[in-house]
């Protein structure tokens, strides 16, 4: 494997970001995916032989870079992306894990999967065709599951003479359309052609006129610090550590992953749902003790005071506590082929590390994805729908917006009969 990175002590800590790939079928996004991968030398030899290989043997012209991605036969024969696929590289300057996900509209459920723990997303855009339906479709998912940054690919310039006349076009009628959207707060229109290289990671003297970044220096350089939420602590228990050894006696620590603020030793906490108060002795990672925690660390963090805490409960700051409630109003994303969601019906709601019984009260409107126009009245979710709706919990949830806190914010519903994930949820 080509590569320029030592895997030392570095590479282990180096800044990593996600990111996400969506665009209409033929848009070039497996072929983009796999220009990164081949420009940036993150690709091995015989992966490479392989791909060459098969590329002559389907008598295609050029190498076929798509093939670096569509691990399935089934999107290799038809030539599109039908799963998520996870592709890991990296540079001198950072990691990255690309979710590739489909463009087709019955694999929204897949793109909302894969988009769910993305920093930024790509929306490849045919330079041919322009914005279409679908084009809105992924920056409105992009939106919802609050991704705050969007790289808008305009590709295959090269079939349009590389004209920074349509590039203008493409790139305003977009911000035309973004400007109704909420989350996203950096919007960069980038002309490419993935099949020849221009701007993805080396600069195109093809487009002398366009002055911005390569794709590969913007994913290197975007800042991603603020994502986060660092102002309201918030750690869900995942599991009591006691030891039952001589050395570690008395050690009672509670396990969990920081999902938003800061925790340091001697701050006054309060666990939720019980409502007792405390102050931090130490917070512990693998290595022994550290200074602080903050999202996204795994640690385990002891307390001054024995307080019954478990699985399921939460720690947070006394000056901003989470919301408490059993009534929730959500948007969800539909994804059981063999039920549909209606009012009265009964699931399990898993929301950070707690599961707890929920009740559907009703489905207050559907959403037209291509329009953003709001059905109401029909109180039937079936496969990919996205909707609102208002829920009760057998027991109180401690949580925040999903807006403020993707963490806390999100849940799936759970089919008690099955077993299987049927809804992905996101709080108001």
């Known amino acids: 494997m080509h590569t320029d990175i030592p895997l030392d002590e570095g590479y282990l800590n180096m800044d990593l970001l996600r990111f996400t790939t969506a665009g209409s079928v033929d848009d070039g996004k497996s072929t983009l995916i796999g220009r990164l991968l081949y420009d940036s030398k993150n690709t ?69 999967t894969g988009a769910s723990t993305a920093n930024l997303a790509i929306i490849l855009v045919d330079a041919r065709t322009g914005v279409i339906e679908q084009t809105c479709r992924h920056a409105f998912i992009a939106d919802l599951l609050r991704i705050r940054h969007v790289i808008l690919a305009v590709n295959k310039m090269d079939l349009v003479e590389y004209s920074q006349e349509r590039f203008n076009e493409i790139a305003e009628e977009f911000k035309r359309f973004s400007s109704r959207l909420d989350n996203i707060v950096g919007m960069t229109a980038i002309p490419i052609s993935a099949l020849h290289g221009d701007n993805v990671v080396e600069k ?12 590969l220096y913007h994913l290197e350089t975007v800042y991603i610090g603020s994502d986060n939420n660092h102002v309201d602590a918030r750690f869900p228990v995942q599991w009591v550590i006691r030891p039952h050894s001589d050395e570690y006696h008395d050690f009672r620590g509670y396990a969990g992953r920081v999902a938003g603020g800061v925790f340091r030793p001697g701050d006054e906490v309060v666990v939720q749902p019980s409502g007792f108060s405390t ?110 709706i208002s829920l009760r919990t057998s027991a109180p949830l401690v949580f925040d917006s999903y807006h403020r806190n993707r963490n806390t914010g999100s849940f799936i519903l759970i089919d008690a009969q099955t077993n299987e994930t049927v809804a992905a949820g996101m709080i108001l």
């Open 204 to 215: 195109s003297a093809k487009m002398p006129w366009y002055e911005g970044p390569t794709m």
């Open 44 to 112: 091995f030899d015989d992966q490479m032989e392989a791909v060459e290989a098969t590329s002559k043997k389907r008598g295609d012209e050029h190498v076929n870079l798509a093939l670096l991605t569509d691990g399935l036969r089934a999107e290799r024969e038809q030539g599109i992306t039908i799963d998520v696929a996870y592709r890991y590289f990296a540079t001198p300057k950072r990691k990255f894990i690309i979710a590739d996900t489909p463009g087709h509209i019955q694999y929204t459920r897949n793109m909302v």
């Open 279 to 388: 102050r931090i002795k130490t917070v512990e990672s693998f290595e022994g003790p550290i200074p602080a925690a903050f999202a996204p660390l795994s640690c385990t963090i002891t307390l001054e005071d024995e307080i019954d805490i478990s699985r399921g409960d939460m720690i947070t700051k006394v000056n901003n506590p989470p919301k408490k409630d059993q009534e929730i109003e959500a948007m969800i994303c539909w994804f059981s082929e063999t039920t549909n969601l209606s009012p009265n019906a009964k699931f399990y709601l898993r929301h950070t590390t707690k599961e707890v019984k929920a009740l559907i009260k009703d489905v207050r409107y559907k959403v037209n994805i291509n329009t953003l126009h709001k059905i109401e009245g029909d109180k039937v979710m079936g496969l990919n729908e996205i909707g609102r």
